[in-house]
């Protein structure tokens, strides 16, 4: 599919007024996504588990109003307006606006709350933009009532990937993978699309416990760190390096091999960070209790052989992932030795979600 699939023809009639929900989850990327070109083109493919329990749900509430050739909204963050929410919007509106032509003829009230705590570290630019975009689809279905669900779906992707790319990943789940690869039928870097291929059981009930490390801003935003692979001086291996990691998967999702899994999935993660400690300028966003988190997953690991592995994401904060069958255990060496670690002892426990959900009101 291309850009031009995504442009509709002339709707038929607009409604007056409605309204929409969408639940859509965050999600954890195995294979990482750092770095891209205009407009939100992944340099390489990435791969992310899709969460359950950490998202953002939002409701849009439409109101047809004569076309004065602007953008015309109301932004509520749980129950209170939120100024500095509204450019994030407006950039995202004028990027779709030619793929949802009807933004114009509406007011809009946007109400988003998400399910993790304010501030907790954890972004909600993944589960906010693919929460909206999905609401936007819910609309346009009104006028277009014959579109399936496989459009739907991919164009919320679609569109929820123009406001974050890693939101394009939070529309289905439990696997989902977003940029072009070759040997991955379907794969786009337009949109996510659901893993194709064989994946073991263990994977789709993994869990994933967020160790809160840092619950504040972090001083380099994301956008700002993937145009510091710009001539970046190991780009282009890494590009390569993610491509292979991507290959090195299939089996490892196949049989179920957790070993696998593990070194790959670490060795992405510190990856990510590797390229954020040789950019131009240089800036760390581990802290010394991600470090320490690490050193203990390692050693526990190797005393008891339990099949936990980290990851990171552009934070200082740990994602423990982990298969259900190991659990109670995990659960028991958090309390003992990670919680400490956490600002105030804090931490989430998500696991492997099935995508977004519409909220009937
Ligand atoms: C480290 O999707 O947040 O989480 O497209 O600029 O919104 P923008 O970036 P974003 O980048 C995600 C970076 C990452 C890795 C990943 O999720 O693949």
Redesign the pocket.
């Given at each position: 599919m291309t850009e031009k699939d995504f442009l509709p023809k002339n709707y038929e009639n607009l409604p007056q007024k409605g309204t929409s929900t969408w639940k859509a989850p965050s999600?954890?990327?195995l294979?990482?996504?750092?770095g891209?070109r205009p407009i939100?083109i992944p340099a390489n493919p990435?791969i992310?588990f899709t969460l359950d329990t950490c998202a953002t749900t939002t409701t849009i509430t439409f109101d047809k109003k004569k076309n004065t050739g602007d953008f015309s909204f109301e932004l509520l963050f749980e129950g209170k307006p939120k100024e500095d929410f509204k450019p994030k919007i407006v950039t995202f509106f004028e990027r779709v606006e030619a793929y949802l032509p009807f933004l114009k003829d509406y007011h809009f009230t946007i109400e988003t709350s998400n399910s993790f705590p304010h501030s907790s570290g954890i972004?909600s630019?993944?589960s906010g933009?693919a929460a909206l975009s999905l609401c936007l689809m819910d609309i346009e279905k009104m006028m277009v009532p014959e579109m399936d669900q496989t459009f739907f779906n991919t164009k919320a992707s679609f569109l929820a990937?123009l406001?974050?790319?890693?939101?394009c990943?939070s529309v289905e789940g439990p696997l989902i993978e977003?940029g072009v690869h070759d040997h991955i039928p379907g794969s786009s870097d337009l949109f996510g699309v659901p893993y194709p291929f064989v994946v073991d059981e263990v994977f789709t009930t993994f869990q994933d416990t967020i160790l809160l490390v840092h619950k504040g801003e972090k001083q380099v935003?994301?956008?700002v760190?993937?145009q510091l692979m710009h001539g970046h001086p190991y780009a282009r291996n890494r590009f390569e390096q993610a491509l292979q990691n991507m290959d090195a998967l299939k089996p490892i999702f196949a049989h179920g091999d957790l070993e696998g899994f593990i070194k790959l999935v670490e060795s992405e993660a510190l990856i990510?960070h590797a390229m954020m400690m040789t950019s131009m300028p240089y800036f760390m966003l581990m802290k010394p209790a991600t470090l320490e988190i690490i050193h203990k997953i390692w050693k526990y690991r190797e005393a008891t052989k339990v099949p936990v592995c980290f990851t990171?994401?552009?934070g200082a904060n740990v994602h423990l992932l982990y298969p259900d069958h190991v659990k109670e255990r995990v659960h028991q060496f958090i309390d003992d030795q990670l919680a400490k670690h956490c600002e105030n002892g804090h931490y989430i426990h998500d696991r492997v979600g099935l995508g977004a959900q519409k909220i009937n009101s």
């Open positions: 999600n954890i990327a294979v990482k996504y750092w891209k939100q990435s992310s972004a630019s993944a933009m990937r406001g974050s790319g890693s939101a990943r977003f935003s994301s956008t760190g993937h990510l990171l994401d552009a």
